[in-house]
């Protein structure tokens, strides 16, 4: 997504103030939780922090309805390990993609093997 300086400087948390979209923690929540529970509407804004104060407890990937991200704005690490992203998963992923696995690899690099020689449909066998 791409927004003015005038749009994102109107995405202010409701409870402590802060620019939600320069914060990183600019997320779309399920209906339930938004409009039902907080009773808040498609132009109010909540950082994660007092989202999670509100719920009494922290997000979970079920609790998002998308994941938007705005240009120029990265992903808080907090938003990040809420859907499932935190950094020590992130290193675990990257440490197995590092082992040596069963397979060989092959002098060009790739670990498929070669395609097996077969005859063309219809051509003899044997000349």
Request: net charge positive.
């Amino acid at each position: 997504m791409q927004f003015s300086r005038r749009e994102i400087a109107r995405h202010k948390c409701l409870d402590c103030g802060i620019n939600v979209i320069e914060a990183g923690d600019y997320c779309l929540l399920s209906a339930k939780l938004w409009k039902d529970q907080f009773g808040l509407g498609w132009n109010d804004n909540l950082c994660i922090a007092c989202i999670e104060a509100r719920l009494g407890r922290k997000l979970s990937l079920l609790d998002f309805i998308s994941f938007p991200s705005v240009k120029g704005f990265p992903t808080s690490d907090t938003l990040l390990d809420r859907y499932g992203f935190s950094e020590k998963k992130a290193r675990r992923r990257v440490a197995k993609r590092s082992r040596p696995g069963p397979q060989k690899t092959l002098a060009s690099g790739c670990s498929a093997p070669p395609p097996t020689k077969r005859p063309l449909h219809g051509a003899r066998r044997g000349n």
